[in-house]
């Protein structure tokens, strides 16, 4: 998994962490045959929502928490049961994001079955991107 940081424009600008994997796959396949994305259950037992139903993921969400650490630029997010854990590792954060990251104590994780943030509008689009609100610690 990979971690993509990015600002939301604005004088209340967001950090936002896009979640991104190469593998799209983990051997689950649905009735029908068709491959199941990686995170799926992970996600949906995690508390994430669609990303288009901002009324599900404005709010904190519950047993999530996150940590990061300006000295050498380490993200730790956890959550509940298949989420616990979710990732660590550097996130290669410009300024703008660790400044709205410290001024809004909160991180928007954005979850989809792309290999790169670009591709998240596509995910969007098909009903395939999922959000999330997290109380972040930075230190």
Do not use: K
């Not at 190469?22 to 995690?46: C, H, M, N, S, Y």
């Not at 990303?51 to 404005?58: K, L, R």
């Not at 994780?109 to 109380?135: D, I, K, M, R, T």
Request: proline fraction near 8%; charged fraction near 15%; charge should be negative.
């Amino acid at each position: 998994m990979y971690a993509w940081p990015s600002t939301a424009d604005g004088p209340d600008a967001l950090a936002m962490v896009h979640f991104t994997t190469d593998q799209q796959a983990g051997g689950e396949v649905t009735p029908e045959g068709t491959p199941v994305w990686l995170f799926d259950t992970a996600i949906r037992e995690g508390g994430w929502a669609q990303f288009t139903d901002f009324e599900a993921w404005s709010a904190p969400a519950p047993g999530w928490q996150a940590f990061y650490r300006r000295e050498d630029d380490l993200l730790a997010v956890t959550g509940p049961g298949a989420c616990e854990g979710w990732y660590q590792g550097n996130l290669g954060a410009e300024p703008d994001w660790v400044e709205a990251a410290t001024a809004q104590q909160s991180v928007v994780l954005l979850a989809a079955p792309v290999q790169h943030p670009s591709l998240f509008g596509y995910a969007v689009e098909a009903g395939a991107a999922f959000a999330l609100l997290v109380p972040l610690a930075v230190v």
